[in-house]
């Protein structure tokens, strides 16, 4: 006979009940990978930010594991941690920079645009389109990018996605349409009707 | 996405990068990141769990002893009524064998009752 595998409520319950770091030590576990490849796409691939930033939102999931009412997923709880840490870093990090030189900002923006066209040969056409868009993503603004990893990256759906960023829904549509428009310019060189009508031009 | 209701300026265009972000996010969801030692460096970081100090369990039973002597010597009589009294109430009335099977019964009853229900719930 097979055990029957513990579900998280039941793990949750252990930690808030009966202090067990054990059972949250298999929460941490079975949502680690889940929560750093999200920061992991927030960051735009910076891994030891977002590992840094995931360390910090299983802290504070610790910390408020008596506040979390399931009425959401767990793993949708975690998301809205996570989100709220990369917000709170890229805050501080723009106040820092505003502090230390006004008119030394690096422009990602228009600097991620300017790479997008050159493509690397030597690379598959996954893995290029991978950073492609990973480069693409640093164009949008936060919340615009928050909006798209959540509801492409996690699966999300527009009321889950306004649950973790804590935004209405009709925001959260706003921003996931300004953030494709965005996309869309950025990543054109991967649009196949642009290229078949360059193709026909050419020819 | 699971909630496909985003205006579009235009379906056809927008399919692509539909297409393009759920590549992405397939692939991603198939790359499992190794735990690589994350989950141990995340329960150090957790703070030390707060233990009562050891003098507060030995500290309390003396203050309700305190409070009992108190009581006893603010108002003697009272205690000596009331034990006296209780003791009576139960003397007076003798309790046959079938009785005390009934209360251990219903006790047993509702202990078991009781952890069911806290089990479910659970």
């Known amino acids: 006979m097979s055990a029957s595998p513990v579900t998280d409520a039941q793990l949750i319950a252990r930690c808030v009940v ?16 889940a929560v750093r490849a999200c920061l992991r796409k927030l960051t735009t691939g910076d891994a030891a930010l977002a590992d840094d930033l995931a360390q ?18 767990f793993s949708t709880w975690l ?45 598959t056409r996954a ?6 868009l990973e480069r693409a993503m640093r164009v949008l603004s936060e919340p615009e990018r928050a909006a798209i990893v959540q509801c492409y990256h ?11 960023l804590g935004i209405p829904v009709g925001t959260v549509k706003t921003h996931v349409l300004r953030a494709k428009q965005k996309l869309k310019v950025a990543m054109a060189s991967w649009n196949p009707e642009a290229a078949s009508g360059t193709a026909e031009g050419a020819a | 996405m699971s909630d ?28 499992y990141l190794a735990d690589d030692g994350f989950t141990a460096r995340v ?45 009576r109430l139960f003397a ?5 064998l079938y009785e005390i099977a009934a209360v251990l019964a219903i006790a047993g009853l509702g202990s078991w009752t009781t952890a069911i229900f806290a089990w479910k719930r659970a």
């Open chain 2, 4 to 31: 496909p209701g985003i205006p579009s300026d235009g379906a056809a265009s927008a399919d692509w990068l539909d297409r393009v972000l759920a590549d992405d996010a397939r692939g991603h969801a198939a790359d």
């Open chain 1, 127 to 132: 893995s290029t389109l991978r950073m492609d």
């Open chain 1, 154 to 164: 996690n699966d999300l759906s527009h009321e889950e996605a306004a649950y973790v």
């Open chain 1, 56 to 73: 910090e939102t299983f802290v504070l999931a610790w910390r408020n594991l008596k506040s979390f009412r399931q009425d959401a997923r």
């Open chain 2, 92 to 96: 007076a009335k003798p309790v046959t």
């Open chain 1, 18 to 33: 009966g202090d067990d770091r054990h059972a949250f030590a298999e929460l941490v576990r079975r949502h680690q990978s």
């Open chain 2, 43 to 87: 329960m150090q970081t957790l703070p030390a769990p707060v233990a009562p100090p050891a003098w507060r369990r030995p500290a309390l039973m003396a203050l309700w002893g305190v409070a009992a002597v108190g009581l006893a010597v603010a108002l003697p009589g009272t205690a000596v009524e009331v034990a006296r009294e209780t003791f």
């Open chain 1, 79 to 123: 998301y809205r941690i996570a989100t709220n840490c990369w917000l709170m870093h890229a805050r501080k990090r723009k106040e820092e920079l505003l502090g230390d030189r006004d008119d030394a900002i690096p422009d990602d923006d228009h600097d991620a645009m300017s790479h997008l066209t050159d493509t690397a040969v030597d690379h």
